[in-house]
């Protein structure tokens, strides 16, 4: 993991303080793969999230599906439709307390696989750093695992907010370059551990093989802690960027976008050696951005639907603009629970299949310089918002 000692210690960062009760603690890891047998190419994603660990640190609870306390002979009464049977009261909506691990595909056949722990039961070392939750395994350069979610399981606990399936993964990985910088105040911080980064390894997905090759993970990484997520969630990611100035791939450039951090987003871009940052914990007049994701009001050449990702920033030495596309019918909507419960989620709609641009502007005086006009694809795409669970 070619990174500094200081990025290594955030990396490691637990929940701290009152953070172990009411908080989050979440790393999230996303790469390519090529199936051994068709050559398609799949994106993935490999989640590790502490959510309120130690408000039940023994049993993990899952606050999204209220539990009826209900006896043998209360379920006759309620089937009778007996007076008693109004007296039976469902149990208190408690807030979610656990260590969730999940592994995803978000392409043309997304869906995820969710497991569920107690922090009593996650082992914890710090030199070398390792995480390691039942057969789950994350380090500071490898993550393996095995889930298997039986459509019988899925169709019983649909708590768990996710898919039937099967996923064994054995990787390794190497950050190329990283970021401390994004987002820090008291209690939230969020930055790009890996903002480009290499995959190497093997993961089944399904029942299908998918060779993981370094050239071709286009990898990325993040950490965010905080109480709870942003109201609104805005994310961007690509290392697969094509120079339209040059013709030439550009092969040592990248740059994530996250947010919203009270209105603002944060924009961290390697391109080609020369780093540009936007953070959105910055004061306001050092960078104002606009955003926004809508319905594009046109159809794709395919006469599809299309979800339409925007960032501007404008500083005074710096113009970015980014416009992205993803088709509607390739999104995958996912809901992720808030720390504080009763039932509040993240409701977010995700998808690798962005395509676009990305333009750079330096200024000179009244002038613009174009510094780059590159293509974008294979980029990661989410937008979500708070709100509460309709089931």
């Known amino acids: 993991m070619a990174v500094s000692k200081k990025s290594l210690k955030y990396s490691k960062f637990g929940l701290n303080g009152s953070?172990?009760?009411?908080?989050?603690?979440?790393?999230?890891?996303f790469f390519n793969g090529t199936a051994t047998g068709s050559g398609q190419e799949g994106t993935f994603f490999i989640e590790l999230e502490m959510l309120n660990p130690w408000y039940s640190p023994t049993e993990p609870i899952l606050g999204y599906k209220p539990r009826v306390k209900i006896k043998e002979e209360d379920l006759q009464y309620a089937l009778a439709g007996t007076e008693s049977a109004h007296e039976i009261q469902p149990e208190k909506i408690l807030n979610p307390s656990y260590v969730?691990?999940?592994?995803?595909?978000?392409?043309?056949?997304?869906?995820?696989?969710?497991?569920?722990?107690?922090?009593?039961?996650?082992?914890?070392?710090?030199?070398?750093?390792?995480?390691?939750?039942?057969?789950?395994?994350?380090?500071?350069?490898?993550?393996?695992?095995?889930?298997?979610?039986?459509?019988?399981?899925?169709?019983?606990?649909?708590?768990?907010?996710?898919?039937?399936?099967?996923?064994k993964w054995n990787l390794k990985y190497d950050v190329i370059k990283d970021y401390l910088e994004g987002y820090e105040n008291q209690t939230d911080k969020w930055f790009p551990i890996g903002m480009r980064s290499c995959f190497s390894g093997s993961i089944n997905f399904d029942g299908i093989d998918y060779i993981v090759e370094p050239k071709k993970s286009a990898g990325y990484i993040d950490r965010y802690w905080a109480k709870?997520?942003?109201?609104?969630?805005?994310?961007?990611?690509?290392?697969?960027?094509?120079?339209?100035?040059?013709?030439?791939?550009?092969?040592?450039?990248?740059?994530?976008?996250?947010?919203?951090?009270?209105?603002?987003?944060?924009?961290?871009?390697?391109?080609?050696?020369?780093?540009?940052?936007?953070?959105?914990?910055?004061?306001?007049?050092?960078?104002?951005?606009?955003?926004?994701?809508?319905?594009?009001?046109?159809?794709?050449?395919?006469?599809?639907?299309?979800?339409?990702?925007?960032?501007?920033?404008?500083?005074?030495?710096?113009?970015?603009?980014?416009?992205?596309?993803?088709?509607?019918?390739?999104?995958?909507?996912?809901?992720?629970?808030?720390?504080?419960?009763?039932?509040?989620?993240?409701?977010?709609?995700?998808?690798?299949?962005?395509?676009?641009?990305?333009?750079?502007?330096?200024?000179?005086k009244n002038d613009l310089e174009q510094i780059e006009l590159a293509r974008i694809s294979n980029a990661i795409c989410e937008f979500g918002q708070t709100e509460e669970a309709n089931n």
């Open 19 to 29: 953070h172990k009760k009411i908080g989050i603690n979440f790393w999230r890891f």
């Open 228 to 364: 709870t997520f942003p109201d609104k969630w805005f994310h961007i990611s690509s290392s697969n960027l094509t120079s339209e100035i040059s013709g030439k791939t550009l092969f040592n450039s990248g740059f994530t976008v996250q947010g919203a951090f009270e209105d603002k987003i944060s924009f961290l871009g390697d391109f080609e050696g020369s780093d540009i940052l936007f953070c959105a914990d910055a004061p306001n007049r050092l960078y104002s951005v606009m955003w926004n994701c809508v319905e594009a009001p046109d159809l794709d050449e395919d006469e599809e639907k299309r979800l339409h990702w925007s960032a501007s920033f404008n500083s005074k030495l710096w113009v970015i603009d980014i416009d992205l596309y993803c088709k509607i019918k390739a999104l995958y909507n996912r809901v992720l629970e808030l720390p504080e419960g009763q039932r509040k989620v993240l409701n977010v709609v995700q998808s690798a299949t962005g395509i676009g641009e990305i333009k750079l502007y330096r200024k000179n």
């Open 100 to 167: 969730a691990i999940r592994v995803g595909k978000i392409d043309s056949e997304p869906k995820q696989l969710c497991s569920y722990v107690s922090i009593k039961n996650v082992k914890f070392n710090s030199k070398p750093f390792e995480i390691i939750a039942g057969n789950k395994i994350f380090t500071e350069n490898e993550l393996s695992g095995e889930m298997i979610i039986s459509n019988e399981e899925n169709a019983a606990h649909p708590e768990y907010l996710c898919d039937a399936g099967f996923a």
